[in-house]
């Protein structure tokens, strides 16, 4: 369970200080898909970059299941829009996607094998041994996706995930998201602005306003779980 509790951050201070996210109050299930929606600038990525730890909150706090986010990072992994940017483009394709595991402690060959596996299930089994800038760029981003997925995370963020691919790509990553999520009964946080993706992925739909800072909706479209 992820538990967001006053959750509130303002960005600078004195007369240039700016109010991004205002006491957010926000509980997602073991296995829940909850997406937020909202305008730009209403404070998604700063949602999103508190409950990653990224940024540290000017107030309030992020637990998953009781800990404080900060504390277990290696519970969590996130995916950008911005694939061009999170991929190391010396490594293959597999490297890329078993490096985050040396912190689970698995050896080399381990590595590999949850590597693949991860790769067979964004279908990009054939591209193990490719480098990132020989991909499309939604192979790149189902790389991307299958590094956090190898990673086995209790908690998946995505930040505009499907935001820079094009249409064909998108639906098939929104729907790569939703079987994985199946197998793996992950709870995901995923941030976009098209109401669309947000009814036809989410089980829950947040609706986040700029002004007032806040939560001003929070819809359930489907139920959740396989
Ligand atoms: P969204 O993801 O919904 O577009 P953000 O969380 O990126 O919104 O931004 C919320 C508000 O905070 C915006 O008004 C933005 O300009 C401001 N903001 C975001 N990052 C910073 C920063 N590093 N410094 C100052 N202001 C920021
Ligand atoms: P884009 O995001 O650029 O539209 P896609 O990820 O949808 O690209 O790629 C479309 C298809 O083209 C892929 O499923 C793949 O079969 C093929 N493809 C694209 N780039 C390559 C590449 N570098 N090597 C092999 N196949 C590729």
């Known amino acids: 369970m992820l538990e967001i ?3 509130s951050h303002t960005y ?3 007369p240039t200080a700016h109010n991004a996210l205002g006491g957010i109050n926000l509980k997602v299930a073991q296995g829940e898909l909850v997406c937020v929606v909202g305008p730009s600038g209403c404070g998604k ?3 999103l970059r508190s409950i990653a730890g990224l940024i540290r909150p000017s107030g309030g706090q992020v637990t998953l299941n ?3 986010v900060e504390r277990t990072p290696d519970n969590l992994a996130v995916v950008f829009q911005d694939y061009s940017r999170s991929l190391f483009p010396w490594m293959s394709v597999a490297d890329n996607v078993s490096l985050p595991l040396r912190r689970k402690g698995l050896d080399k060959p381990r590595r590999k094998q949850a590597a693949l596996e991860a790769l067979e299930e964004v279908g990009l089994q054939g591209a193990s041994a490719k480098y990132p800038w020989q ?9 991307s996706i299958a ?11 995505m930040d505009e995930p499907f935001g820079s691919v094009d249409a064909q790509t998108r639906e098939d990553l929104e729907d790569l998201t939703l079987r994985v999520r199946g197998l793996h009964n ?7 602005h098209d109401i669309d993706e947000s009814v036809y992925v989410g089980d829950r739909v947040v609706v986040l306003s700029k002004s007032p800072a806040g939560i001003v909706g929070d819809l359930r479209v489907h139920l959740p779980g396989p």
């Open 66 to 68: 009781g800990t404080r």
């Open 12 to 14: 600078g201070s004195g």
């Open 5 to 7: 509790t006053n959750l």
């Open 135 to 143: 991909l499309s760029g939604g192979m790149q981003q189902r790389v």
């Open 45 to 47: 990525s700063t949602l």
């Open 147 to 157: 590094r956090a997925l190898a990673y086995r995370p209790a908690l998946l963020l």
């Open 186 to 192: 992950m709870t995901i946080v995923l941030i976009t």
